[in-house]
């Protein structure tokens, strides 16, 4: 058996879904393509512009709030959103 391991060994509230982007092992890589996209979209409908090289963290944080102003809300869009 490996040392590695995937979860935990006590249960996180929401399975974790609620936690910071700040504190994401991978917040700091560059935004995937399904949050590019995502946020684009989002961007588009609020008249928003935002950097394009921005980090998983601060995209999160963007949909987010784009997702909050539009009425949009997130559901089974977990892959856009988790960083680590």
Not at 38 to 62: F, N
Request: aromatic fraction near 4%.
């Amino acid at each position: 058996m490996s040392d590695k391991t995937l979860g935990s060994p006590t249960p996180e509230p929401q399975g974790g879904f609620a936690r910071d982007p700040e504190d994401w092992v991978t917040g700091d890589e560059p935004m995937t393509e399904a949050q590019r996209s995502y946020l684009d979209t989002l961007a588009r409908e609020a008249g928003e512009e935002i950097p394009a090289d921005i980090t998983k963290a601060e995209a999160s944080e963007h949909i987010d709030r784009l997702q909050k102003s539009s009425g949009r809300v997130s559901g089974g869009s977990d892959e856009l959103q988790t960083g680590g």
